[in-house]
């Protein structure tokens, strides 16, 4: 598993940031788990009323989510999971997914938690969903990311004029 070696994340006084979470629908059992990680790690954290939005598939989560970020969210969490197959639509949606969400984080300085599983199989992404018996909770992970990034922006001061 990929989880080894992940920092552990200490992040304060962020009740007051404006969080969504933006999920895709494939795969009703992971994606609800990854969801369920995520408003947990929002809850622990204090910010208890996160927008939570839901898109068809993962391909439709950069537009969303690049909306969102322009609309005065402080972070956005994006959920989805890509399974491999027997075409190259795996490759596909995968980088197009990664690209989008990089591209909003750069053009909106908006962090962006990547809470997108892209497995082999569905073992693999049950192994990271969060749900009882998985390894990892990606779901939580992405969260505890987007708000430790908005967290650290705000240290950030203006630029000298």
């Avoid at 997914?97 to 569905?122: K, N, R, S, Y």
């Amino acid at each position: 598993m990929s989880g080894r070696g992940a920092p552990t994340l200490t992040v304060e006084n962020c009740q007051d940031l404006r969080v969504a979470v933006v999920a895709a629908q494939w795969h009703e059992k992971i994606m609800d788990a990854l969801l369920d990680g995520s408003l947990r790690a929002l809850r622990e954290l204090g910010i208890v009323e996160p927008t939570v939005l839901r898109v068809p598939g993962s391909f439709e989560l950069p537009v969303v989510v690049g909306t969102v970020a322009k609309r005065g969210y402080d972070a956005v969490v994006a959920l989805g999971v890509v399974i491999r197959g027997g075409t190259p639509h795996f490759e596909y949606v995968c980088q197009g997914v990664t690209a989008g969400l990089t591209q909003v984080t750069v053009d909106t300085g908006v962090p962006v938690g990547f809470g997108v599983l892209t497995c082999d199989d569905e073992q693999q992404a049950l192994d990271r969903a969060g749900l009882e018996g998985s390894t990892e909770d990606k779901g939580h992970e992405a969260a505890v990311a987007a708000v430790a990034t908005a967290m650290t922006l705000r240290t950030v001061s203006e630029p000298w004029r």
